[in-house]
C-alpha cells in the first residue's frame, strides 16, 4: 500500500471535508482545493516535492480544461485529479478513508470522463449536425426534383 504524507493527523478526510464545506456556504469543495488543503503546512509550504508537483499539474489541467468542459467545475475537478494521481486500487476511492467504496460512494453505474471521451463526444455532436444539414439540403432536392416530374 502506498503511503502518502498529508497533514491533517488523526482527523478523518470526511470530518474535514464537512468542516470545509460548512465554511464554504455548504457548497461541495472539489478534489484540488481539498488536496491542497490536505498537503499543505501551516507555514503554506507543500508537504513533498510530489504534493507540490501533483497540485501544479491538476491546476494548470483544469484551468486548461475549464472552457472547453461540459462538466461542472467540481466535476472537472475531480476528473482531473483522477487523471493526475492514476488509478485507485480496486475497492478504493482515494481521499475517503478504508471503509468507503467505489460503489457506496458513485453508485453502481459510474464511468471517468477523459478528455479524450469529451473531445470525441464534440467531434461527434459536430458530425450530427452536419449530416442533419446534409439530410435537410437532399430533402429539398427530392422535394424540388419531384415538383418538376408532376407540373
Same mark, same amino acid.
Given at each position: 500500500?502506498?503511503?502518502?504524507?498529508?497533514?491533517?493527523?488523526?482527523?478523518?478526510?470526511?470530518?474535514? /471535508?464537512?468542516?470545509?464545506? #460548512?465554511?464554504?456556504?455548504?457548497?461541495? *469543495?472539489?478534489?484540488?482545493d481539498?488536496?491542497?488543503?490536505?498537503h499543505?503546512?501551516?507555514d503554506?509550504k507543500?508537504?513533498?516535492?510530489?504534493?507540490?508537483?501533483?497540485?501544479?499539474?491538476?491546476? #494548470?489541467?483544469?484551468?486548461?480544461?475549464l472552457?472547453?468542459?461540459? $462538466?461542472?467545475?467540481?466535476?472537472?475537478?475531480?476528473a482531473?485529479?483522477?487523471? *493526475?494521481?492514476?488509478?485507485?486500487?480496486?475497492?478504493?476511492? /482515494?481521499? $475517503?478513508?478504508?471503509?468507503?467504496t467505489?460503489t457506496? *460512494?458513485?453508485g453502481?453505474?459510474?464511468?471517468?470522463?477523459?478528455?479524450?471521451?469529451?473531445? #470525441? *463526444?464534440?467531434?461527434?455532436?459536430?458530425?450530427?449536425?452536419?449530416?442533419? #444539414?446534409?439530410?435537410?439540403?437532399?430533402?429539398? $432536392?427530392v422535394?424540388?426534383?419531384?415538383?418538376?416530374?408532376?407540373?
Open positions: 500500500m502506498q503511503k502518502i504524507t498529508h497533514t491533517i493527523g488523526s482527523t478523518s478526510f470526511a470530518i474535514l /471535508r464537512d468542516e470545509m464545506e #460548512e465554511k464554504n456556504g455548504g457548497e461541495l *469543495v472539489g478534489e484540488i481539498f488536496y491542497m488543503a490536505t499543505l503546512n501551516k503554506g507543500y508537504v513533498d516535492e510530489e504534493a507540490e508537483s501533483t497540485v501544479k499539474k491538476a491546476k #494548470e489541467m483544469h484551468t486548461e480544461r472552457a472547453t468542459s461540459s $462538466l461542472d467545475a467540481i466535476s472537472l475537478q475531480q482531473v485529479m483522477s487523471e *493526475v494521481r492514476g488509478k485507485e486500487a480496486y475497492g478504493r476511492v /482515494r481521499g $475517503l478513508g478504508l471503509g468507503p467505489p457506496k *460512494v458513485f453502481t453505474h459510474t464511468f471517468a470522463s477523459t478528455a479524450a471521451q469529451n473531445q #470525441e *463526444v464534440i467531434e461527434l455532436k459536430g458530425q450530427v449536425i452536419e449530416l442533419t #444539414e446534409q439530410v435537410a439540403s437532399l430533402a429539398a $432536392l422535394r424540388q426534383l419531384t415538383a418538376n416530374m408532376n407540373p
